[in-house]
């Protein structure tokens, strides 16, 4: 199991496999949760859940854990899960690429062609397109910041991710 985990650091993402039927991990998820609402809070369905770490102050940086709960076969239950940032950040880092790359290739298509048919309309296109380059990489670098910031709350969350699928000792009541 942990394993599979190893590679979080790389990848957002990750699957786990448990002999846990989907209603006895919709169970172990809300125990756990249950036991640990001083560290973790969120929501729980028999298909979907999305865990969050709670801290003192709500930033933009703040990860979550969206696991996906699914049956393989009769004794085998798939959980994939996905770190990340709210959807809101990863909206808006992804339209900020998109603008920006859109943006790029129109500058240095400018230049480019410019210099085919040897005119000189737009002599800034190719100092625009590197400061577009130069917007790209603070993108980046915001998001790898980020990506520190929340390292803490990164572990936490894979440990709860790790814990859950752990067996429960089920109370009996006579």
């Known amino acids: 199991m942990s394993e599979t985990l190893n590679h979080i650091r790389n990848r957002p993402r990750f699957k786990l496999y448990t002999d846990l039927s989907l209603e006895e991990y919709e ?13 973790f809070y969120g929501n729980i369905n028999k298909e979907v859940a999305t865990i969050f770490v709670r801290t003192k102050e709500e930033s933009y940086w703040k990860p979550n854990l969206a696991l996906r709960i699914e049956k393989e076969d009769d004794t085998t239950t798939v959980i994939r899960g996905i770190f990340g940032p709210s959807p809101a950040v990863w909206t808006f880092f992804m339209f900020l690429y998109f603008l920006l790359t859109v943006a790029w290739m129109t500058f240095f298509t400018l230049y480019y062609v410019e210099k085919q048919i040897n005119t000189n309309n737009y002599p800034w296109a190719l100092p625009a397109s590197f400061a577009i380059l130069i917007l790209i990489a603070l993108t980046y670098f915001a998001v790898r910041f980020g990506q520190l910031k929340a390292k803490e709350e990164m572990g936490e969350l894979r440990k709860f991710a790790e814990e859950s699928t752990f067996h429960t000792e089920k109370k009996i009541n006579s």
């Open 27 to 39: 169970s172990n998820l809300r125990n756990y949760l249950d036991k640990n609402k001083d560290k």
